[in-house]
């Protein structure tokens, strides 16, 4: 019998035990997963809370809800991997032995990574994180009572999970406090590491507007030194300086720590692999998938969902000892939303930018890309419906795992248009 | 996507003037870039540039700001004084790599 180990339960690790427990021979394959806690957080929901889309029981189910029959799920907290033992050590003392390990435990918000952010004077009082459970209740409480002021919405350093969250984010603020007949009080900052808001051309010329039209103002090139708790001020390397009043954050992301105790990661703890395969690039029997690999693409649940298609597939191929045959492109799909109803909608990949057209068919779509439009804002609140009921579950969802270019508009390729980087 | 001369060479670069080709860089392109974007390069600019030229090569991504403090040994801030307001993008754009990502 021969173990398949898979080290996290969320978005990824969920569909990739659900895809393999199909594929994999029950008497040859036993399967377990490893997490700390049994909560499995809907974690697109965490951006439309503040804002009262949802209630926060709508957002949490049970992890082992999901996951079928016949696989062993364990909770607790993970020590470190010996991949030279191929054994996982638990914190509570007990050691798993596997034959194939599959790294999915995600990305996570460290605020302590940054000077200032986590002090307990400003943490969650006016310095807030949307990305978790606590600190999107704390922030819907917030704005709540938010009176008027400067709000910054900050990002600290790429790579982020859902990158464009951020942006939805002060777009859905913007609506919230227009509707409540109180924006003229609320002044937003929009700061960035990135040059834009927008850094892909097709994108900032279709959609550089959409922060001018919102009088959002925006910081570009701002790396975040230390955040003054006294004054509510960020500080960046070349000494600017951004005072708040409710600083909205994204902190540092990173992988999770057991993964630099076992020397399997980066500089921020993901781990290196194959961004066609996600073969980890030191062990020939640990694969990583979703947010927790250092791959190229988004960190988002759309990633994780195609790559994990073409990884049921390839890990098939490959314990039977022939060559993986599916080659992941970094296919991302994502809704952007963009307030009073409305979203857009983005579909990329590793070469490809966002592109405008329709949506998954030419002509009709029904979803347009990369233009507001209230079926894309249909579309983002109907995948809750598609996310606990089909995608954990692996079943089939009518979007091809590899991009598509039907549909889409091409960029004609500009002559002699040469900018250079002071711009 | 247009080709350009630079200090003599014919090179490829896309629509904002950032080399596309690896081996079409080298060390006087990089004193022209420079010059372009107002840097005159002294031995710690060449330091950085040097690391994210090798880095590239092994990792196939241009190193981010992290990478050059931790693995190539020069603090952010650092990097911010020498190539002043954009290090990230100044550095990518003199080494002749690509710009850092975003996403959309």
Redesign the interface.
């Known amino acids: 019998m021969k173990k398949l180990l898979v080290l996290g339960g969320g978005t990824a690790g969920t569909m990739v035990v659900n895809k393999l427990h199909k594929k994999l021979d029950a008497k040859e394959w036993s399967i377990t997963v490893v997490d700390k806690d049994n909560d499995h957080i809907y974690q697109p929901g965490l951006l439309l809370l503040p804002f009262g889309v949802y209630h926060p029981e709508e957002l949490v189910k049970k992890r082992d809800h999901f996951l079928p029959s016949g696989v062993e799920y364990i909770r607790a907290d993970i020590d470190r991997v010996n991949p030279e033992l191929n054994q996982v050590l638990l914190m509570d003392g007990r050691v798993i032995a596997y034959d194939q390990l599959v790294i999915a435990s995600g990305t996570t918000p460290r605020p302590d990574q940054t000077p200032g952010m986590d002090d307990p004077a400003v943490w969650r009082k006016s310095i807030f994180d949307f990305y978790t459970l606590p600190g999107s209740l704390a922030l819907r409480d917030a704005l709540k009572n938010f009176k008027g002021g400067r709000i910054v919405v900050h990002i600290t350093e790429m790579p982020i999970k859902c990158p464009v969250a951020p942006l939805e984010f002060t777009f859905l603020a913007d609506a919230y406090f227009t509707e409540r007949k109180m924006r003229e009080k609320v002044e937003f900052v929009y700061v960035t590491p990135l040059e834009g808001a927008f850094t892909k051309p097709v994108c900032s010329k279709h959609l550089g507007w959409m922060l001018d039209e919102r009088h959002i103002k925006l910081e570009p090139d701002f790396v975040v030194e230390h955040i003054d708790p006294e004054t509510r001020t960020l500080v960046s390397m070349d000494e600017r300086e951004i005072p708040f009043d409710l600083l909205v954050t994204v902190p540092v992301n990173m992988g999770a720590d057991f993964i630099a105790r076992s020397g399997l990661g980066d500089d921020l703890n993901y781990v290196p692999v194959d961004k066609g395969n996600f073969l980890s690039k030191k062990y020939p029997n640990i694969f990583a998938l979703g947010d927790a690999s250092d791959i190229p693409a988004s960190k988002a649940g759309s990633v994780a969902h195609f790559a994990i298609d073409l990884f049921a597939e390839n890990f098939v191929e490959y314990v039977h000892g022939r060559p993986m045959t599916h080659n992941f492109d970094g296919h991302a799909n994502c809704f952007i939303e963009s307030g009073n109803g409305k979203g857009l909608l983005i579909d990329f990949n590793y070469t490809v930018e966002p592109l405008t057209g329709m949506f998954p068919l030419p002509i009709v779509g029904p979803f347009p890309l990369l233009k507001e439009s209230r079926f894309n804002h249909m579309g983002k609140l109907a995948f809750r419906w598609i996310y606990w009921n089909l995608l954990l579950k692996g079943r089939w969802i009518p979007i091809p795992a590899l991009m598509s270019m039907k549909g889409k508009k091409k960029v004609e390729e500009k002559e002699g248009v040469v900018a250079n980087a002071s711009h | 996507?247009?080709v350009?001369e630079v200090a003599g060479k014919q090179v490829n670069?896309n629509?904002?003037?950032?080399l596309t080709k690896y081996d079409e860089w080298n060390e006087e392109i990089a004193k022209v870039?420079a010059k372009?974007?107002?840097i005159e390069l002294t031995d710690a600019h060449w330091k950085i540039i040097k690391f994210l030229r090798e880095d590239f090569k092994t990792e196939g991504?241009t190193a981010?700001?992290?990478?050059v403090q931790?693995?190539g040994g020069v603090p952010?801030?650092d990097?911010?004084a020498l190539f002043?307001?954009?290090p990230?993008?100044?550095m990518?754009?003199?080494a002749g790599l690509p710009?850092?990502?975003?996403?959309?």
């Open positions: 996507m247009p350009i670069v629509e904002e003037g950032f870039l372009q974007i107002d991504e981010t700001s992290r990478r931790t693995v952010v801030k990097q911010f002043p307001k954009k990230a993008k100044k990518a754009y003199i710009k850092p990502k975003g996403c959309v």
